[in-house]
């Protein structure tokens, strides 16, 4: 088993910035994929930003390009995700994740909200 556990969010005012951090532990793993979803109300969980375990490569929705970064600590088993230039429309609750390619499993921490007010 793997638990996450997600910090960093709270409550800013447009064009701020914030930095969610997620922790991982239990179980080691190498091989991963491991990134940040986010769910408005009233819409589906949708993908905010992902890096591999090698670090070389990482993906963004077209949304947080340029405004977000995803970063990670391997010592620290800790991904982070920078946000700048936060907009109203980033307001959601922010689930971290990580996919282990060797079991095909996934696991979900239990999400922090953020909220932009404008």
């Known amino acids: 088993q793997v638990q996450l556990v997600e910090s960093g969010g709270g409550l800013v005012q447009a064009g701020g910035s914030l930095r969610l951090s997620c922790a991982a532990s239990?179980?080691?793993?190498?091989?991963?994929?491991m990134g940040w979803f986010r769910q408005a109300p009233g819409k589906e969980r949708e993908f905010v930003a992902a890096?591999?375990?090698?670090?070389?490569?990482?993906d963004y929705a077209d949304s947080v390009k340029g405004r977000f970064t995803i970063s990670r600590d391997n010592a620290m088993n800790t991904v982070y995700l920078q946000m700048n230039s936060l907009k109203p429309e980033d307001t959601a609750v922010y689930y971290c994740?990580?996919?282990?390619?060797?079991?095909?499993?996934?696991?979900w921490g239990q999400g922090t909200q953020v909220t932009v007010s404008s």
């Open positions: 239990g179980r080691t793993f190498s091989r991963y994929r």
């Open positions: 890096l591999s375990w090698s670090g070389g490569s990482t």
């Open positions: 994740y990580v996919v282990i390619y060797a079991t095909a499993s996934n696991y």
